[in-house]
């Protein structure tokens, strides 16, 4: 079954960047989503097919994927985005959707 | 205002039975796919079932499978989980989802579910 490698956490300094890794077999050919949680918050979309940004989400954000490892970029990281950030694929072997363990973000 | 509005959780006993019912609202809901994603506390997001939008194509998680039913009602633009055989590990909050063909664009604020003697 496929599965996505997400690191638990990162800790960044206001004003500095954000790089929130998802690593996956062959990741770079398939579509990544990105989710952000809040604490006692329901997910919001952050991020979609590997770099579209919804609306709503600060420019600040951005994505790519390249072989394995897949990318959230936060520039400018600023106190409200301390959160959990998770990544998530569809397993098209399995038909199930594929979420990564999570990475919490801490604002320094 | 597109909304999910999740109900039918609560505390039941292990072996127990739930039903969780999803409001759908704000937009054409027979033309999406949903899904159930669950949360244990502490812990990461789990896909739990997913439906298209004619429920033609149903689908389960691993450890759902033959416990777990999804069925929707598109002319009460609802979305439903019945739960049999419950377990501890069942134990979460569970959101209702939109999906986009891709990516889950709109969450419910979840149905908090307990199973526990």
């Known amino acids: 079954s496929y599965v996505l490698t997400q690191a638990p956490s990162v800790s960044v300094a206001p004003g500095k960047t954000a790089n929130i890794t998802c690593g996956g077999n062959?990741?770079?050919?398939?579509?990544v989503h990105w989710y952000q949680q809040r604490p006692d918050q329901a997910p919001v979309l952050a991020m979609s097919?590997?770099?579209d940004r919804p609306s709503g989400i600060p420019e600040r954000f951005s994505g790519s994927t390249s072989g394995n490892t897949a990318t959230l970029t936060i520039s400018r990281v600023e106190a409200g985005d301390e959160a959990d950030y998770y990544c998530q694929v569809w397993d098209s072997r399995g038909n199930r959707w594929v979420f990564g363990g999570g990475t919490k973000l801490t604002v320094l | 205002e597109v909304q999910l509005v999740e109900s039918g959780g609560g505390l039941v006993k292990p072996g127990g039975s739930l039903r969780l019912s999803c409001a759908a609202s704000g937009f054409t809901f027979n033309k999406y796919a949903m899904n159930w994603v669950r949360q244990a506390p502490g812990k990461g997001l789990e896909w739990v079932s997913s439906?298209?939008?004619?429920?033609?194509?149903?689908y389960y998680g691993e450890s759902m499978k033959g416990r777990f039913t999804i069925t929707r009602d598109n002319a009460k633009n609802s979305v439903y989980l019945q739960m049999n055989s419950l377990r501890a590990e069942d134990t979460g909050i569970y959101y209702c989802?939109?999906?986009?063909?891709?990516?889950?664009?709109?969450w419910g604020q979840g149905t908090k579910v307990t199973v526990s003697p």
């Open positions: 062959n990741i770079g050919s398939k579509s």
């Open positions: 097919y590997n770099s």
């Open positions: 439906i298209s939008d004619g429920s033609s194509y149903i």
């Open positions: 989802v939109r999906d986009q063909g891709g990516p889950l664009d709109i």
